[in-house]
């Protein structure tokens, strides 16, 4: 996120900005998701990847109307935080070959992502709350709720099936 591009004055337009910035992370976590399940394992994490994605589709359109709101056309700014952090997954998901093991270092890394989106999201709406934006307000916290759920289902998984086999 380039926070300091001279393009951007007033706080509707640092706003504007990480909606692009969140839509773009959106984006690439849709198409990192599917490989993310190919190589997990365990029953439950599977499903809780594949519920997520779909929830991540609909997040996407959900941001195509907070695009319509501010009557913006909907455009990504890329954002290097995101792309870093599934690098970062691909690469360490290589490097484990125990399935396992494997299986507790994608956890990992879909909290990452997961705390990415929970941070981005809950700015946004104390932005959108303070700048009048209710609407919009509503529909970020329906996707930062569908997040943290996400979260609390992965640290569930994690530490009553996941790690145990991991950790033996
Ligand atoms: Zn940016
Ligand atoms: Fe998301
Ligand atoms: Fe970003
Ligand atoms: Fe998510």
């Known amino acids: 996120m380039g926070l300091f591009a001279k393009d951007i ?3 509707d337009d640092l706003f504007l ?3 692009q910035d969140i839509y773009y992370a959106e984006q690439q976590i849709k198409k990192a998701l599917p490989d993310m399940i190919a190589k997990a394992t365990n029953r439950e994490l599977t499903a809780a990847l594949k519920n997520h994605l779909e929830e991540t589709q609909k997040q996407v359109s959900r941001l195509e109307q907070v695009f319509d709101l501010l009557g913006q056309k909907a455009k990504a700014a890329s954002c290097p935080a995101i792309d870093g952090i599934i690098k970062e997954a691909n690469e360490i998901a290589g490097e484990v070959s125990d399935k396992q ?3 507790a270092a ?3 890394a879909a909290q990452a992502v997961e705390h990415y989106e929970i941070t981005r999201y809950g700015t946004l709406i104390a932005w959108a709350e303070e700048l009048d934006k209710e ?3 509503k529909l970020l916290t329906t996707t930062l709720n569908e997040e943290k759920a996400a979260d609390r289902k992965l640290s569930s998984i994690a ?3 996941v790690n145990l086999k991991a950790a033996r």
């Open 159 to 161: 530490e009553k099936k």
């Open 135 to 137: 609407a919009v307000a």
């Open 106 to 108: 994608l956890i990992a």
């Open 101 to 103: 093991v494997l299986d």
């Open 9 to 11: 004055n007033t706080m």
């Open 17 to 19: 900005h990480v909606v």
